[in-house]
Structure formats: structure tokens, C-alpha cells
């Protein structure tokens, strides 16, 4: 997954708390980097162009959630590239001040995906759930009421943050719960065309033309070129206009991938690669259907 900017990099950005679980995948990803919080995705991507940090770690679907709202619409005003992407396994754990058991516990706060990921433990010790803004945040929240009837669900970083102990670890209901960041920076940093996989993300808008969505992908059928993600969102309010957002497997370059290009830019009114970058190696472990 390095790149040079990756290697090269000493501050990275992330959306969340000290403790959430974009600044673990930011450990991850880039442990030789201070990873700085931001407090929206807008104030992460900013830090990048305002060159307060070097890169930014966004999070941009996950396994059991689907996309990540408004990352697909911030993206292309981003002014930023996708230089990497890291896959983080998403593990929570229930959490509580210092001398607290687990039968102490009444009411658990955290962010509402968080506690939805974790209904079977909550349903089983008969907890209130609390939903709370953000996982990190919540865990900060249990060690300033210093309750020991009251729980949080977050990461073990943020247990280790706020000095909270682990009631019961790896709550979640789901052990495939994966979140896919995207790393970003102020310049493009192309993987090499070397033979290694890679993926090419881009958007793109259609013509206003009859079966245009289904003329631009044949290219990629035509040429065997996998495309692993197109989700579309509109824009700008109007049901009329659309943009696609896309993942392929193979680098500009390739030859194959160089003609489907070609033949969806016929297509299309606008297209705008936003990155070239090593295929993160949880990829070739991903379950099929």
C-alpha cells in the first residue's frame, strides 16, 4: 500500500475524537505519522489543503453500513488525491470506569451505527442504549461521570485514552465488520505501472442521452476490466442531474483499462480520476457471495 507521500508523511487527519476508530486505522495506515483530530470530514480535508497535515484518513464505506454519508459529494470539491486506501477491522468493546463490573452496568452510550452493530450484547445484559455523537466521544462522556452503571461502546484506543476498562471485549454482533478508508493529499502520487494490482477511482457524469449509463460501462465489459464500486448520487438538488462515483481494478496505463476509458469519456460530459494506488492487500482475502 506505501507510496512515497504515505512513507514521507508526518501529520495525518482525521474525522473523530482522540480515541475514534479513524485515528486507530490512522495508527494502522501510517504509524509513523501524529494522527490530528478534526472535528467534520470538511475541517479533515482542509487541514490536508491548508498544508496543516501532510494527509487525511477518511473513511468511505463500510461492510455492514454501505457508503459513509456526504463523503461521495465531498470528494470531488475536495481538490485532493487518493494516494492509498486501508481497511480497518472494526472491533468494540464495552467499556467502563475503573472498578466497574459488568453487572453494574444499566444504560450504554455511543454513536447509533455502534450500537446497532452491537444489539445481541445489548439486548442480552438488558442495557438502556444512548445515542451518543460520536464512539470516542461517548467513551470521553463515561470517564467524566465517573458512573459505573453507565457504559460506552468505542475502541480500545479510546478506553486507553479516557483510562476506562474493558467490561467485555469484541462486542460487536458481526465479525466482518470492515470500514474502507481512503488516504488523500494535496498532490497525485500514482501508483507505479509495474504489474502490482491497483485500483483507479474517478467520477463521471453521462450525456443526456438515451441507454448513455449502460453505452459508458460497456467499455469495461468489453475489455475485461472489473469495476468493484459505481454508486451515483445527484446533484445540486435536481433529480436531473447525476454523478457516478467508481472503483476499477488496474492502472490508466494498462492497455485494456486505457480503451475502457477512452470509450466511457464518449460518454460522458465530465470525467475526473481521482487517484491511482496500490490495492490495499485485505483485498485478495475479501469472502465472495
Given amino acids: 500500500m506505501t507510496t512515497s507521500l504515505i512513507s514521507q508523511a508526518r501529520r495525518v487527519a482525521f474525522q473523530g475524537e482522540p480515541g475514534a476508530y479513524a485515528n486507530l486505522a490512522a495508527r494502522e495506515a501510517l504509524p509513523q505519522a501524529e494522527a490530528v483530530p478534526r472535528p467534520t470530514f470538511e475541517d479533515a480535508i482542509q ?36 494516494v492509498g486506501e486501508h481497511f480497518h477491522r472494526v472491533r468494540h468493546q464495552l467499556l467502563g470506569v475503573k472498578g466497574a463490573r459488568l453487572a453494574d452496568i444499566k444504560t450504554v452510550f455511543s454513536q447509533g451505527p455502534a450500537l446497532g452493530q452491537c444489539r445481541n450484547v445489548i439486548r442480552e445484559l438488558k442495557l438502556k442504549a444512548q445515542i451518543w455523537h460520536d464512539t470516542a466521544g461517548s467513551a470521553r462522556h463515561i ?53 502490482d494490482p491497483v485500483v483507479t477511482t474517478f467520477i463521471f457524469r453521462v450525456r443526456n442521452v438515451p441507454a448513455a449509463l449502460y453505452k459508458a460501462m460497456g467499455g469495461f465489459a468489453t475489455n475485461s476490466v472489473n469495476m468493484t464500486k459505481l454508486e451515483s448520487y445527484q446533484l445540486g438538488g435536481s433529480f436531473n442531474a447525476t454523478q457516478f462515483y467508481a472503483d476499477i481494478e488496474g492502472h490508466p496505463e494498462d492497455r485494456l483499462v486505457r480503451l475502457a476509458l477512452e470509450e466511457l469519456q464518449f460518454f460522458t460530459t465530465k470525467l475526473t480520476i481521482l487517484g491511482v494506488y496500490p490495492a490495499h492487500p485485505f483485498r485478495k482475502d475479501m469472502p465472495g457471495i
Avoid at 496543516?52 to 464505506?61: C, G, K, N, R, S
Avoid at 454501505?66 to 459529494?73: M, P, S
Avoid at 481512503?182 to 504489474?195: F, Q, S, V, Y
Fill in 47 to 82: 487541514a490536508v489543503r491548508d498544508g496543516e497535515t501532510d494527509l487525511a484518513i477518511i473513511p468511505i464505506e463500510n461492510s455492514l453500513h454501505g457508503r459513509i454519508a456526504d463523503i461521495h459529494h465531498l470528494l470531488p470539491e475536495a481538490g485532493l488525491y487518493i
Fill in 143 to 195: 470517564a467524566e461521570l465517573q458512573d459505573k452503571s453507565v457504559a460506552a461502546i468505542a475502541s480500545s484506543l479510546a478506553g486507553e485514552f479516557y483510562g476506562l476498562d474493558v467490561l467485555k471485549a469484541d462486542v460487536e454482533d458481526a465479525t466482518h465488520n470492515m470500514t474502507r478508508f481512503l488516504i488523500m493529499a494535496r498532490e497525485p502520487d500514482d501508483a507505479p505501472h509495474n504489474g
